[in-house]
């Protein structure tokens, strides 16, 4: 299989990258774990260009906040029957998702607030057909999960 380099994820991270091109890469890491790691490790090298976090627990209300900003545009957004602009299309997505598996990784409690949450800001009436941004998020924990799975068996 071929893969995309950390270099190539970069552009991918920071929009630089044609629609045709961005798709094929969308697809692919949600069928690759090796360009998934590729892909967390250039939003971390992003990142670094974002704004610091200073206080975790205000970091996870922004994060909410936000997602529910996103969701609630778009909502808005295929209702009144407009093209939906891609969530992909903002670095701060990108920034969530490493967030979420940095968070993750340090406490659960958080996790499952995550969760929940997004189990409630889900709407069914203005749920379309599985997104690709569901699908990757979906991954995204399955892959959290592994690793968390990984980290036990080396506790024992
Ligand atoms: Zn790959």
Redesign the pocket.
């Known amino acids: 299989?071929m893969?995309?380099s950390e270099q190539e994820w970069m552009k991918y991270v920071k929009n630089e990258l044609d629609k045709d091109v961005r798709e094929e890469y969308e697809n692919?890491l949600y069928s690759?774990d090796?360009?998934l790691e590729s892909y967390l490790m250039a939003v971390e090298a992003e990142e670094a260009e974002l704004p610091m976090i200073s206080n975790e627990a205000d970091f996870t209300t922004l994060v909410m906040a936000q997602i529910a900003d996103v969701k609630r545009e778009t909502a808005q957004k295929s209702l009144i029957g407009k093209k939906k602009k891609s969530i992909y299309q903002s670095s701060f997505f990108h920034y969530s998702i490493a967030a979420a598996v940095t968070i993750l990784l340090m406490t659960t409690g958080v996790f499952q607030s995550i969760t929940q949450y997004a189990e409630n800001v889900q709407n069914p009436n203005l749920q379309e057909e599985p997104s690709m941004t569901q699908g990757l998020v979906d991954k995204t924990f399955a892959w959290m999960d592994s690793l968390e799975g990984k980290t036990k068996e080396v506790d024992k």
Do not use: L, S
């Open positions: 299989m893969h995309y692919h690759c090796q360009c």
